[in-house]
């Protein structure tokens, strides 16, 4: 029944217009680093604050970019130079330097994106960022009490947000694995050492190429033991075998995680264990070489037709000049993603969420608020004409649960 297939997606097609960008679509982020958060307008108010000059190459001047496409100025680094990106990163995250810093950046990424339907955000933070110092001696130290005091601040953000707009926040502690297996063991010791109510996960991110999972044993059963959920970047520059070995190590969700495309029995692994990949179109786009700067090969369309279970992300929304708004666009624009196709993505998400049972119930179901009739009709035709698979059968599950 061909014509009928091509009717019902013209219909979606024309309900997705127009609603992404806006509240009625709940939306969640759950990749963000806190320090690639900051805007070029907010990059300049730290900079003025601690008489930082910035390189005169450092923004693109007004009228030199799409004032609609990057709303708070545009980072002028060149995207297909990952050791510019990098220069950029690091300017940028020694702007940020104190508490009332802090406090700033996170009220800042938090308003944006819960004014575009964010209803709950993971936000990855670094003790190495945060709090780090040398003794006399040249030796490594975490300073505790920076850690909490900066904590703190970054909480008082999070709780004010949540009470404007009633988003929910959690963060991630994560170490740095292009630092040196001491620096990590380090900072998974420091995590340990120094609960937040608010930390509930653990990630290793940084540079994919440095280091193997397996050097880094210590980590994932300190971790473990505390105990936190974790969430490891794998699959982004390296391929699937790299996700394979976050999963050995425990991870539950995948940063990035789009290499597995390359491999299907992995992709069955990751269907059949529940494992959750945090895709971030684009910074894929930006950093990963092999996708020359488009999206027209990026694997998110086929990762989720597949049955992959998926969120889109912001990874460093500041730097890649995007928010959630933008990113579910994308989904929709780009890769086709139908409304509720985006509102399953939403719901993979929160069901992924490191957040307790009682809080993800509650933001499942308000979720579920959302759909209108003509929702779970246009979900149970849509699910009828797929072909057998993941997808199908998750996506036949939510009609006959329908709560
Ligand atoms: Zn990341």
Redesign the pocket.
């Known amino acids: 029944m061909p014509y009928r297939n091509l009717s019902v997606k013209l219909n979606l097609y024309r309900q997705t217009r127009g609603s992404i960008m806006n509240t009625p679509l709940p939306k969640v982020i759950l990749?963000e680093?806190i320090e690639g958060s900051v805007t070029p307008e907010t990059a300049l108010v730290l900079a003025k604050k601690h008489n930082v000059s910035l390189p005169d190459d450092f923004l693109y001047p007004e009228g030199a970019y799409d004032k609609d496409a990057f709303p708070n100025g545009r980072y002028q680094y060149d995207e297909t130079d990952f050791g510019a990106f990098v220069t950029a990163y690091d300017v940028v995250a020694d702007l940020v330097r104190d508490a009332d810093d802090y406090y700033l950046i996170m009220k800042d990424y938090l308003l944006r994106n819960a004014q575009q339907g964010m209803i709950y955000c993971e936000m990855?933070t670094s003790a190495f960022h945060l709090c780090y110092q040398e003794d006399a001696q040249g030796k490594v130290l975490l300073n505790a009490d920076k850690y909490h005091d900066f904590m703190d601040a970054i909480e008082r953000a999070i709780n004010e947000v949540k009470e404007e707009y009633g988003t929910e926040t959690r963060l991630q502690a994560c170490g740095v694995r292009h630092l040196s297996r001491e620096h990590l063991d380090l900072s998974a010791d420091f995590i340990a050492k120094n609960p937040r109510k608010m930390v509930t996960g653990f990630n290793i991110?940084g540079n994919e190429m440095a280091g193997e999972f397996e050097d880094f044993i210590y980590v994932h059963e300190l971790i473990d033991n505390i105990p936190l959920p974790k969430s490891y970047?794998a699959g982004e520059i390296r391929g699937p075998e790299s996700i394979r070995d976050a999963l050995a190590f425990g991870a539950k969700r995948i940063?990035?995680g789009i290499a597995a495309i390359k491999d299907d029995e992995l992709i069955e692994k990751l269907i059949r264990d529940n494992i959750t990949l945090e895709v971030?179109p684009t910074?894929n786009r930006i950093l990963v070489t092999e996708f020359e700067q488009t999206l027209d090969n990026h694997p998110l369309r086929r990762l989720y037709e597949k049955g992959v279970r998926l969120s889109v992300n912001t990874?460093?929304a500041g730097l890649f000049g995007t928010d959630v708004g933008k990113e579910y666009h994308i989904a929709a624009t780009v890769f086709g993603f139908s409304r509720v196709e985006l509102l399953d993505v939403t719901l993979c998400a929160l069901e992924a969420a490191f957040v307790s049972d009682d809080i993800k119930h509650d933001m499942i179901m308000s979720t579920y608020d959302v759909f209108t009739d003509q929702d779970w009709q246009d979900l149970e035709i849509h699910a009828a004409n797929l072909p057998d698979g993941a997808l199908k059968t998750r996506l036949q599950s939510r009609v006959k649960n329908k709560p």
């Open positions: 990749h680093h990855i991110a970047h940063g990035h971030a910074s990874d460093d």
